[in-house]
């Protein structure tokens, strides 16, 4: 069973730029969260994707958006890369549909944002 | 709205102590509760879910919904239990989850 996994580890960025995360989730998941963690802070949610649709979004402005894939992979895409964007992105899956809270979630390493 | 506060950033406790970490949360129905830990070098990982009613690792936690509370316990702390813990809640109906920004728990020799 593999777990979730997170690409890139690290990257930097300019302001002003745009920015792909990628995240593959653990088999058998087929709901994807993504949070952003600036130091010293819990994970902050940004959406959830269930079924290639956004289930859910906490209060992030539309330039972050996402996709899911058939394969329930996902990616985190930010537009207009602000300075305060710099933090540490979490993908997390679990393995249910609706209710997949219950279960919890699995999470990836993350990817380390700097916007400089 | 949502939300969730532990209110200690950091404990530290001797090895053999009891260890309570905070949890309080704010949510209008039915909370669904979580408590993840972060040991060092180590991605976060779930620890209990409320629902299950569950002992993991020697900890405990208790849903008190009137003092809207989800407290993690555990009788006697043991060193390797130093790590970062999260506390979360979920609402499964709008796919939104909220965590409290942790504490860093120390157990000492």
């Known amino acids: 069973e593999t777990g979730v996994t997170q690409s890139p580890t690290h990257l930097i960025k300019t302001r002003g730029q745009q920015v792909t995360l990628r995240c593959s989730s653990q088999s058998g998941h087929n709901t994807v969260s993504w949070y952003q963690q600036a130091l010293g802070q819990g994970p902050q949610f940004i959406f959830q994707y269930y079924r290639e649709e956004e289930n859910g979004r906490g209060n992030f402005p539309p330039r972050f958006s996402g996709l899911q894939f058939p394969n329930y992979s996902s990616e985190l895409n930010v537009n207009a890369l602000e300075l305060d964007d710099s933090a540490l992105y979490l993908c997390?899956?679990?393995?249910?549909?609706?209710?997949?809270?219950?279960?919890?979630?699995?999470f990836g390493s993350g990817t380390r944002l700097t916007v400089v | 709205a949502q939300r969730v506060t532990q209110p200690e950033k950091l404990l530290s406790v001797f090895k053999g102590a009891p260890v309570e970490l905070k949890c309080n949360y704010s949510?209008?129905?039915?909370?669904?509760l979580f408590w993840y830990v972060q040991y060092s070098r180590q991605r976060l990982q779930l620890l209990l879910r409320?629902?299950s009613r569950e002992s993991i690792k020697g900890f405990t936690a208790d849903l008190n919904k009137g003092e809207t509370s989800f407290h993690l316990k555990k009788p006697f702390a043991q060193e390797e239990d130093s790590a970062m813990y999260y506390c979360?809640?979920?609402?499964?109906?709008?796919?939104?989850?909220?965590f409290g920004d942790g504490t860093t728990l120390t157990v000492k020799p």
């Open positions: 949510y209008s129905g039915s909370p669904e």
């Open positions: 979360a809640l979920i609402n499964t109906n709008a796919g939104k989850s909220t």
């Open positions: 997390a899956s679990s393995p249910k549909g609706r209710a997949q809270g219950a279960y919890g979630y699995t």
């Open positions: 409320h629902i």
